[in-house]
């Protein structure tokens, strides 16, 4: 677990659910208000975090909808009566939570209806933070990345971007062209010095990712 208070912004990262999924629970310091960013796993230690740091969550933004990152929303969201957003066009894949653990050999429930469907471009505010919605699809067509900033600089990238690193385009819906072009066109378009928490594994910055990613370097 990694807790870290920042200037602007109250942030805990837990590695949650069968996967490893970095779970971050994003909170203003002034209103107490929080998000928590892809609840893929052991909703009772998120909901003692949220507890341990006194906070209200608001909201649940999902960056895309395969079950390592989607597994808690609905016990998380029952105990805080956040509202549940994620890309209309991972709504089918997250609809079928069921068939997904089916696949891979453990029982899922249903989850709850979204609150609101996500089209990119948006900006969702938590408390006086703002988290601005891009679009990255290619991991799965509905992938979205969640951008703090310029203050805060924190992007949060789910399966798009890791260190040295991207996300696998080999399941259903994904296009590693579509990986590329997000990755290029919107993320590294952002400052150098952003902080960059991917959705598993250790912390990166644009700029690093920039220099040393080796599945974006120019030929």
Do not use: W
């Not at 203003?28 to 998000?35: F, I, K, S, V």
């Not at 601005?132 to 067509?141: C, D, N, R, S």
């Amino acid at each position: 677990m990694l807790a870290q208070q920042m200037e602007s912004m109250k942030l805990t990262t837990l590695t949650v659910g069968p996967v490893a999924c970095n779970c971050n629970i994003v909170a203003c310091p002034e209103t107490g208000d929080a998000a928590i960013i892809d609840p893929g796993g052991d909703p009772d230690r998120i909901l003692d975090e949220v507890k341990k740091m006194g906070v209200k969550v608001r909201c649940l933004l999902h960056t895309h909808a395969h079950f390592d990152h989607i597994l808690a929303t609905g016990q998380v969201a029952a105990a805080t009566g956040a509202a549940i957003l994620l890309h209309r066009h991972d709504l089918a894949l997250y609809q079928n939570l069921p068939g997904q653990g089916r696949i891979f050999r453990f029982a899922a429930d249903p989850p709850p209806a979204p609150t609101d469907l996500l089209t990119g471009g948006e900006r969702i505010a938590i408390g006086r933070l703002t988290a601005k919605v891009l679009h990255t699809p290619g991991h799965t067509p509905g992938s979205v990345s969640y951008y703090f900033g310029p203050e805060e600089a924190v992007l949060f990238s789910g399966d798009t971007l890791f260190a040295e690193s991207v996300g696998r385009t080999d399941f259903p819906g994904g296009s590693t062209p579509a990986l590329l072009a997000s990755i290029r066109d919107k993320l590294f378009t952002l400052p150098a010095d952003t902080r960059v928490i991917p959705g598993h594994g250790i912390d990166t910055s644009i700029g690093r990712e920039r220099k040393h990613n080796p599945f974006l370097r120019a030929p």
